[in-house]
């Protein structure tokens, strides 16, 4: 084993950043972050503490995450056409999806199908769109929030915070289903939600309605032993 390799500031690369086999990347109590233009290949140790890991890429270009790794923050920018996971992702802090390309996809490798889990919020506001084949579980333990932008897609989405609950900071757009677990809460607002053509929204916990609100292409499946909570105080439910 070598030792650790620790970082004395923050990180700019405009290539791949690979840790290889019983090594370690460590960004040390600073919390420096990391921001790069390429691929990231796990194959040793990534001590993520605090830090920001950012995939900055620009132009008609691919990038990839390959290894199973977790990260604090990760942020998707840039302009970069494909970003393609190849493992599961542990995000403990913030998702922040803000790549500007319209006609690119966020998408798992291959034919394969991954989870990324989100320990805080989630921020959509680019126009890349999530695909099917990733699922984005917000499975923390404080309260959290889902925004994704009028035209930036998530792919499935599934609530698994058992101890708070889950709010929409906008209407919600899922190219794929939604599922909320039991003893869970997931919260709207006042806003409505846009699937697409098959989407499955499956409620086993709670879903509290602000009431008067949209459902295109996702009609709500009550399951035995879940519940549907009206917030208002006035107007139609």
Not at 165 to 184: F, M, R, Y
Request: overall charge negative; glycine content about 12%; charged content about 10%.
């Amino acid at each position: 084993t070598t030792n650790p390799v620790t970082l004395g500031s923050n990180l700019g690369m405009t290539g791949n950043l690979t840790i290889d086999l019983n090594t370690t990347l460590d960004v040390t109590t600073a919390n420096y972050n990391i921001t790069l233009e390429g691929s990231w290949t796990r194959n040793g140790t990534f001590t993520q503490r605090q830090g920001t890991v950012t995939f900055n890429k620009p132009g008609n270009t691919t990038y990839t995450v390959t290894g199973a790794t977790t990260f604090y923050n990760l942020t998707l920018s840039g302009t970069g056409t494909n970003f393609f996971v190849s493992d599961d992702l542990v995000v403990q802090n913030d998702l922040t999806i803000s790549n500007t390309y319209a006609g690119g996809g966020f998408d798992a490798d291959g034919a394969e199908s991954h989870t990324i889990s989100v320990g805080r919020h989630l921020a959509h506001s680019g126009t890349i769109n999530m695909e099917a084949t990733l699922t984005v579980v917000m499975n923390g333990t404080t309260a959290q929030t889902v925004t994704t932008s009028s035209t930036g897609k998530l792919g499935d989405l599934t609530i698994s915070n058992t101890t708070a609950e889950v709010q929409l900071g906008a209407t919600l757009l899922v190219a794929d289903d939604i599922t909320v677990d039991a003893n869970t809460v997931l919260d709207l607002v006042t806003y409505g939600i846009t699937g697409a053509a098959g989407t499955v929204f499956t409620v086993n916990g709670t879903l509290q309605l602000a009431g008067d609100q949209t459902f295109t292409s996702a009609t709500p499946t009550f399951n035995a032993g879940s519940t549907a909570e009206y917030t208002a105080t006035t107007g139609s439910r």
